[in-house]
């Protein structure tokens, strides 16, 4: 979950692979998973990683009937303790949200839910934040509509918004970057223009990775100083060690083949 800073990184929602995995939607990073064994283990890797570096980790039981519902990170949006629920921009995977929402909405009792609706569509993996600064994705997945939703919530909390436009060869925002801190942004060279993030506030920077390690951009920060990465991707990984941080690299090999990164198996809160 791209949504919260360093230092509002406590616990973390993740959902189990589901037994149809080999159906989850794939048309970017991968052609569709083939060993749910493997990515069980994989899955299994990750949330001990996250649990290692003293987070609190809950699982949801897997559906069967939603073959992409490990990928919580587009199913709610957590930001500053709020609530947004969107529409997910795929049909097949809207009825993922309730569960989700309903454990969301137990953890945090007393916050302001708010829900997508009309002809809203955004999917959580489409929003990345550096500090206080967010960036929204305007893709396959998230339209206008939703988009004005955010900025309602984040006019709301005081924190801008800005839209980068996603080429067609990508899904999410959070496929082709992220913040391993709250002052730098991993993204690869030839998905999104130069100038595409604006001007960043003071000390904070873009780290341009070789376009074939797009996947490895997807990292997630975490309060200790390590930086989970997935396995492959030499540039970030080495990039992630001259910032100071200590990258734990993760086999994800499965999880890619559904299109599924590192952050879009979490949500943080
Ligand atoms: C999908 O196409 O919706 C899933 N197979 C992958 C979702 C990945 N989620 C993300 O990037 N936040």
Not at 84 to 89: E, F, K, S, T
Not at 161 to 181: E, V
Request: glycine letters at 8%.
């Amino acid at each position: 979950m791209a949504t919260v800073r360093l230092d509002q990184k406590y616990r973390a929602l993740t959902r189990a692979i589901p037994d149809t995995f080999d159906r989850a939607l794939a048309k970017f990073f991968g052609s569709g998973p083939k060993d749910i064994a493997l990515a069980k283990e994989q899955h299994r890797a990750y949330r001990q990683a996250l649990l290692s570096a003293g987070i609190e980790v809950s699982v949801l039981p897997a559906d069967d009937n939603h073959p992409d519902c490990t990928f919580v990170e587009d199913q709610a949006v957590v930001i500053d303790g709020h609530v947004l629920l969107p529409v997910p921009g795929h049909p097949s995977r809207v009825n993922e949200q309730p569960p989700i929402a309903e454990f969301i909405t137990r953890q945090l009792s007393g916050t302001k839910i708010c829900s997508m609706h009309g002809e809203a569509r955004m999917d959580g993996g489409d929003i990345l934040r550096l500090g206080n600064l967010f960036f929204v994705g305007r893709s396959s997945r998230t339209n206008e509509a939703g988009i004005e939703e955010l900025q309602d919530l984040l006019n709301h909390l005081g924190h801008e918004l800005r839209i980068i436009d996603i080429p067609d060869h990508a899904l999410h925002l959070t496929s082709i970057s992220s913040t391993p801190t709250d002052k730098v942004i991993l993204a690869p060279e030839g998905f999104l223009p130069k100038d595409a993030f604006g001007e960043l506030p003071e000390g904070s920077s873009i780290k341009w990775m070789p376009a074939e390690e797009v996947y490895g951009c997807n990292t997630i920060g975490l309060p200790n100083g390590q930086v989970l990465v997935a396995e492959g991707y030499p540039t970030v990984l080495k990039t992630i060690e001259e910032i100071g941080l200590k990258p734990i690299v993760l086999d994800m090999s499965q999880i890619r083949e559904a299109d599924g990164s590192l952050t879009c198996c979490s949500i943080f809160f």
